[in-house]
């Protein structure tokens, strides 16, 4: 068994995202007994080139380059699904990874609309941070919402506007993973895309 740290790279297309991935992966490093992870800073690209062809390639393939040789990790891509459909784009995207870097582990996640939407998944753990009041409840719409920012900005009590830029990490730092989980099927699907790109085993 590698005695190597496990190493994971990272795209993002949003500037709040920099700080708030990080913070999630590292979470669900420690939710499984990984305390020494090596977690990049992610390289932050804009959606329209990721998703135009040769753009995820050559981003995948670039990171690919920096990681230690036969390091255990990989490289996740995490892009917000806006009005694509997940089940779709992320397949066809992760098929363009893979075929340019088929020695390392790759995987694509399509936040559903959002990055914001798995905190309105565990929206009753949000109370106290970032301007969030107690007593939330995750709205049905969570997964189909068109702004999950702008539901953010909406409950706050402070008078406050979401500034992704600003509030993304805390809230990153405070949500539920475990409620997260259970009530988004994207961030399932993310935390299930961590653990392939941990053990090298993906789950279905």
């Given at each position: 068994?590698?005695t190597?740290?496990?190493t994971?790279?990272?795209?993002v297309?949003g500037?709040?995202?920099?700080?708030?991935?990080p913070?999630?992966?590292?979470?669900?490093?420690?939710r499984e007994?990984?305390?020494?992870?090596?977690?990049?800073p992610?390289?932050?690209?804009?959606r329209?080139?990721?998703?135009?062809?040769?753009g995820?390639?050559?981003?995948?393939?670039?990171?690919?380059?920096?990681?230690?040789p036969?390091?255990?990790?990989?490289?996740?891509?995490?892009i917000?699904?806006?009005?694509d459909c997940?089940?779709?784009l992320?397949?066809?995207?992760?098929r363009?990874?893979?075929?340019?870097?088929?020695?390392?582990?790759v995987?694509?996640?399509?936040a559903?609309?959002?990055?914001?939407?798995?905190?309105l998944?565990a929206?009753?753990?949000?109370?106290?941070h970032?301007g969030?009041p107690?007593?939330?409840?995750?709205?049905?719409?969570?997964?189909?919402r068109?702004?999950c920012k702008?539901w953010?900005?909406?409950?706050?009590?402070?008078?406050?506007q979401?500034r992704?830029?600003v509030?993304q990490?805390?809230?990153a730092?405070a949500?539920?993973?475990d409620?997260a989980?259970?009530?988004?099927s994207?961030?399932d699907?993310?935390?299930?895309?961590?653990?392939?790109?941990?053990t090298?085993?993906?789950?279905?």
């Amino acid at each position: 068994m590698s005695t190597q740290r496990i190493t994971i790279a990272s795209v993002v297309e949003g500037e709040g995202e920099l700080a708030a991935l990080p913070i999630v992966l590292r979470r669900l490093m420690h939710r499984e007994g990984i305390w020494d992870a090596d977690i990049r800073p992610p390289h932050l690209v804009g959606r329209g080139r990721l998703v135009k062809q040769g753009g995820l390639e050559a981003t995948v393939d670039a990171l690919a380059r920096r990681l230690p040789p036969a390091a255990p990790g990989g490289i996740l891509a995490l892009i917000d699904a806006d009005d694509d459909c997940p089940a779709e784009l992320g397949p066809a995207l992760l098929r363009r990874a893979v075929a340019v870097r088929p020695d390392r582990r790759v995987s694509v996640v399509l936040a559903n609309r959002e990055f914001e939407a798995w905190f309105l998944a565990a929206a009753p753990s949000l109370g106290g941070h970032a301007g969030m009041p107690p007593g939330l409840t995750v709205p049905g719409d969570h997964e189909t919402r068109r702004d999950c920012k702008g539901w953010l900005t909406h409950h706050r009590t402070d008078g406050g506007q979401y500034r992704p830029r600003v509030d993304q990490a805390p809230l990153a730092t405070a949500f539920d993973m475990d409620m997260a989980q259970a009530n988004s099927s994207s961030f399932d699907k993310f935390c299930r895309d961590v653990s392939y790109l941990i053990t090298g085993k993906r789950e279905v």
